[in-house]
């Protein structure tokens, strides 16, 4: 009985990080990491025209863990911008291989003037205002998601 318990609890052990590292790619969720450490955010995915006309309008708050990723179907330059926005909001810019390019920090609600991350733009996350800089994040920290090539990818789903 003994060996069957001591058997189970390494099979467990062996399975864990698996499941974790699974989890950690899931869809609804995104990670960043850079000099600062690291972070994960529950996010709700806009990869539809009209997800990402309404993004997050008209929400009256936003966790400190979670955002919005829009996800686009090919590199380009989105502008965005905060019409009907009523909360403060920080764009992080992130190119097809995971890397944030740029960031817009606070962005005000209601203001109507575009925020343009530049060229080669894949996706574009939304996070509650002042987060990014809390955490430290900046150009260039790296982003795990499965909505980027792996293979090309700077933080891949299945590597640390």
Not at 35 to 64: H, K, N, Y
Not at 87 to 96: E, Q, R, S, V
């Amino acid at each position: 009985m003994r060996q069957h318990l001591a058997g189970w609890a390494l099979a467990v052990l062996c399975v864990a990080p698996a499941i974790a590292q699974a989890k950690d790619c899931a869809p609804d969720l995104l990670n960043i990491r850079g000099p600062w450490g690291t972070a994960q955010f529950a996010v709700e995915i806009a990869d539809t025209e009209a997800e990402r006309a309404r993004g997050l309008m008209f929400r009256e708050s936003l966790g400190s863990s979670e955002g919005m990723l829009f996800v686009y179907d090919k590199p380009h330059s989105p502008s965005f911008w905060m019409k009907n926005t009523l909360i403060p909001l920080d764009m992080l810019f992130i190119t097809p291989e995971g890397a944030v390019q740029s960031v817009k920090d606070r962005a005000q609600p209601g203001d109507l003037t575009p925020v343009n991350g530049g060229d080669g733009v894949i996706a574009v996350l939304e996070i509650k205002g002042g987060m990014s800089m809390l955490l430290g994040i900046t150009p260039g920290d790296e982003i795990r998601s499965p909505f980027f090539d792996q293979d090309r990818a700077v933080w891949p789903c299945s590597g640390e």
